[in-house]
């Protein structure tokens, strides 16, 4: 589980540093130094990044110049980046941390995984669709197919599968007339 929290940690910088040095990028586009300037703050960020176990502290301190680097010269600029919400910038950082997740697997895993995902992209939706799907079924689905896409975001491809089986059984109900308003 280390390894996981580890990849969350580094998948929140690296969204951050992404947003952060692209506005800037675009602000400074005609100013060598700045863009030097800016290149430097992203290379140490990214190396700081990279180094196994990753090193948080010091990508901060990046990330803190040139949040206080945006802060002070573009303010006021109308596309200076905010900080997301707490749940938009959960789910950035969670297809960072997928990405970082996946990228660290073998091809075999990721080719099994691909299936597994493809399975619940296609039989979700066609249990949905259901005819005269009771309300609290309906839901059942959401939280089980949301369980096994999150056991694919933590490698565990049987727990998705299982997930996947228990949702088609949730789905196989026989339907009743709807409760929910």
Known sequence: MAELYEIWQRAEA?????????FIAMC?????????????????ADTALSASPPDLVVASEYLDELVWWAD??????????VEARPDEADRQTRDY?????????PVCVRDEMGRIEL????????????P???????????????????????????????????????????PQESRCS
């Open 14 to 22: 690296s969204r951050r540093l992404d947003v952060l040095s692209g």
């Open 28 to 44: 400074v586009a005609g100013d060598d130094d700045a863009r030097r300037r800016l290149a430097q703050l992203v290379a140490g």
């Open 72 to 81: 002070t010269d573009w303010t006021e600029h109308p596309y200076r980046p």
């Open 97 to 105: 941390a997928k990405d970082l997740r996946h990228a660290a697997l």
């Open 119 to 130: 399975s619940l992209e296609v039989r979700f939706p066609a249990l949905c669709r259901q």
């Open 132 to 174: 005269g799907l009771d309300c609290r079924v309906r839901q059942d689905i959401f939280y089980v197919a949301g369980r096994a896409a999150m056991t694919l975001d933590l490698g565990h491809l049987e727990a998705a599968e299982r997930e996947i089986r228990r949702m088609e059984q949730v789905g196989s109900v026989e």
